[in-house]
Every structure is written in structure tokens, then in C-alpha cells.
């Protein structure tokens, strides 16, 4: 793809997120397969189809990385901003907030503030499975 999202060789054929590779001198191996790049790229093609349809020039796509956090289990987590890298309890405090405040609205932040505290308290872990009786026809 080119530096304006666009699959080499077209004019009016986009792709973004983790079906695209975005290599550039800054990013040889390519950009992360992660939501924030997906949701930039998406906000930035919406610009340029705004600019094709108002036969403005394109603008290309530059990624500004903000860093990366991950939970890994419960009081643990990594961040690894560009001037920082912390883990452990204060990274999943940080982890926490920051995906807390990344929610629309102020009644889904109370409730998943809520239901994460249940949970750390209770010890409450939801498998995440659907489990059904198996019926045998014979």
C-alpha cells in the first residue's frame, strides 16, 4: 500500500488496519496489528475520501505511536510508552484508568469501574465459555 492507505497499483482502493502493511522507512517490518492504528487509519481515511470528494489533494498517513500497555494478569501489567516503561501494580492502575476514561459516556465508565471492582474483590473470573450438555442420538 502507498502512504495515503491505498492498495499499490489503484486509485479508489483503500485498506487499513490488520489486512494492510504499512511499510515505510520508519516502519520497515510494518505498523502493529493493534486497534489504535486501525482506529487512526480509519479516522484518517475518512479525511481523504472527504478530500477526494471535495477533489482535494489526499493527505498521506503518518502513524505517531503512543505506546502500548497490556494486562497480563490481575495487579499486573506492561506499558511501554516512548519515554517510559513501567509494570507490575502501578501499570495495571494506569492500564485500568486509561481504558476506563477511553469509554463513551459517563454511566459506562461508573459501570465498568463497578463490575472490574466486583470482580478484583470477589475473585470473580469469567471463563468465557459456553458449555452445553451433550446429547447423544443413538
Known amino acids: 500500500m502507498d502512504e495515503f492507505n491505498r ?24 505498523l502493529p496489528m493493534l486497534a489504535p492504528v486501525a482506529q487512526r ?3 484518517h481515511l475518512a479525511r481523504n475520501i472527504l478530500n ?17 500497555m497490556a494486562t497480563v494478569g490481575r495487579k499486573k501489567a506492561v506499558v511501554d510508552l ?24 459517563y454511566r459506562n465508565k461508573v459501570v465498568a469501574f463497578l463490575d472490574w471492582m466486583s470482580n478484583y474483590f470477589t475473585y470473580d473470573r ?4 459456553i458449555i452445553r450438555p451433550y446429547n447423544r442420538k443413538e
Open 82 to 105: 516512548p519515554k517510559w516503561k513501567f509494570h507490575g501494580t502501578f501499570a495495571w492502575i494506569v492500564w485500568m484508568l486509561i481504558h476506563i476514561m477511553s469509554l463513551v459516556g
Open 126 to 129: 469469567p471463563l468465557g465459555l
Open 52 to 68: 477526494i470528494y471535495n477533489n482535494k489533494p489526499l493527505q498521506p498517513f503518518v502513524y505517531h505511536d503512543k505506546g502500548v
Open 7 to 30: 492498495v499499490l497499483n489503484t486509485t479508489n482502493i483503500f485498506a487499513i488496519g490488520d489486512v494492510a502493511a504499512h511499510i515505510d522507512s520508519k516502519n520497515p517490518k510494518g
Open 41 to 43: 487509519q480509519g479516522e
